[in-house]
């Protein structure tokens, strides 16, 4: 396992962690002045600023990108299918132009609320069917542009909303059956935050291995947490084993970025953005 | 697949479902006059009348228990071990002097959410392993006492908190460990809330069978859901297919009650009794 304790050059900032206090080019020159080498933007922050813009940025302070946020959210009703492919094709443009590691996919759950518009539906069975043609159809795209697709599994809390692809065990299921030669075009991103109450995590961390090991994310659970979406917690203030789960990572081969992802509306979005990514050194080299 | 559309003899009440409203007494007495023949008390409720007063009422009104809430909280450091089995041994014996069909098992989290004042630990798997010893120890005294076991895996948002068995597959890998003869003295609860979004529900219901599916319980999960804990929703007023998890659980051979456990500050918990319970038999009757 790599010693973080040293220096903080493994260490990204997915910029949603400093969304509230700036847009991208300033969070980008933070990044610069506190010598972080990589970073994971949204296509929010992107969109907002410009997406050439956002490159001259990026390449300006010599920034790694250890993945873009994000596409996905393939959960549609007829009409709104032609909408979440484009959308979808549009994130592996935008991710190939920004130079990312990967295209991280948050891939929906169901329809009503992956594509607001769409009939409503109990299906949970057919979204994630529609999930996994998503996934296949877009691979095609993504291999043409040379953009990995990054399935991230997300917390079970999140089933209805955000993704039906909730375990490490579903996510390389698909892998399995949509990239069986393991070329790399397909893979996963693995969330502290999602992941670190699967009893299974560790034998589908090896089952990954490191052609399928894209992305490391870390931030900590809460207890109490007192909102589903926007209370994760800075590394070290939680209960999650993070040197354990980056041990786990690390044994496979995984040898990235630690990309360090909070929505933190009433704790770090309102404080000052140094003193966050300040934090954010501290305790990727003292706690993760 | 039961008709519940005529009537509500299959409805039982979890009694949390309106413990704001009124003590078990009362709660007892409105059951009653709803004609609901069956209830699943909580243990504070049961200590705050006294267990003799309880079991009077229970009789008097010719109540069934579906379950009992509840044994479990097992991990707990050296310090707190015997204050843990000798609460769950109380726990047995009232279950048995109330006529439970089962003792609802939640089994506990990290040691210092289980048993408050027990040493900090990020442990998740010693918490796991000491979950599966508690109830080895405990499933004796329940044979004992004639007191089948419902280990009831909790939501994974729950899993540093309140109960570190999160799926119906670790929760019928202890079942298989410590009763493999499928006596009946060790199975599971079923509660929709819990278990909806497990791509592996189906499977796992079938694996549990007859034998160890010992209560299902119901409500609905909103999107958005505003507090981990109480912000259930009511039967038909959320995410969950309710008829297609009722037709999994009974096409295995489950023949009891529909336990209605609805905890919700901000809603259900406001309302008068009378129309929480009316309610609760009109979703019963027309969506679950």
């Known amino acids: 396992?790599?010693?973080?304790?040293?220096?903080?050059?493994?260490?990204?900032?997915?910029?949603?962690?400093v969304r509230k206090q700036g847009?991208?080019?300033?969070?980008?020159?933070?990044?610069?002045?506190?010598?972080?080498?990589?970073?994971?933007?949204?296509?929010?922050?992107?969109a907002t600023v410009g997406l050439d813009a956002a490159v001259r940025a990026v390449r300006g302070a010599d920034l790694q990108l250890s993945g873009y946020c994000r596409g996905g959210m393939f959960p549609a009703d007829?009409?709104?299918?032609?909408e979440m492919r484009d959308d979808n094709r549009r994130a592996v443009d935008e991710a190939a132009a920004l130079g990312?590691?990967?295209?991280?996919l948050v891939v929906g759950g169901l329809p009503q609320y992956s594509r607001p518009g769409s009939a409503p539906s109990k299906d949970l069975?057919?979204?994630?069917?529609?999930?996994?043609?998503?996934i296949a159809e877009l691979l095609d795209c993504a291999r043409n542009a040379g953009m990995p697709l990054a399935i991230e599994p997300l917390h079970p809390m999140y089933a209805a909303d955000r993704a039906c692809v909730n375990t490490m065990t579903q996510a390389l299921d698909i892998c399995d059956r949509l990239d069986p030669d393991r070329s790399g075009a397909l893979g996963v991103a693995v969330d502290a935050y999602h992941v670190w109450w699967d009893p299974d995590l560790q034998a589908?961390?090896?089952?990954a291995g490191k052609?399928?090991?894209?992305?490391?994310?870390v931030c900590d659970w809460l207890v109490p947490t007192t909102d589903l979406l926007l209370d994760r917690g800075m590394m070290g203030d939680g209960v999650i084993d993070l040197p354990q789960m980056r041990g786990w990572v690390e044994?496979?081969?995984?040898?990235?970025?630690?990309?360090?992802?909070?929505?933190?509306?009433?704790?770090?979005?309102?404080?000052?953005?140094?003193?966050?990514?300040?934090?954010?050194?501290?305790?990727?080299?003292?706690?993760?």
Chains 1, 2 share one sequence.
């Open 23 to 46: 847009d991208l080019l300033q969070i980008i020159e933070a990044c610069d002045r506190h010598g972080i080498r990589a970073i994971s933007p949204w296509r929010d922050q992107v």
């Open 251 to 288: 044994d496979c081969g995984f040898a990235g970025y630690s990309e360090v992802e909070i929505f933190s509306a009433n704790t770090w979005w309102e404080r000052p953005m140094d003193e966050v990514l300040s934090t954010c050194i501290e305790r990727h080299r003292s706690v993760v």
């Open 211 to 217: 052609e399928r090991l894209l992305a490391f994310h």
């Open 100 to 104: 990312a590691v990967c295209l991280v």
């Open 125 to 134: 069975a057919g979204a994630r069917a529609q999930v996994e043609d998503g």
């Open 78 to 82: 007829a009409a709104h299918r032609a």
């Open 1 to 17: 396992m790599r010693d973080f304790s040293a220096d903080h050059r493994w260490l990204s900032i997915n910029t949603a962690t």
């Open 204 to 207: 589908q961390i090896r089952r």
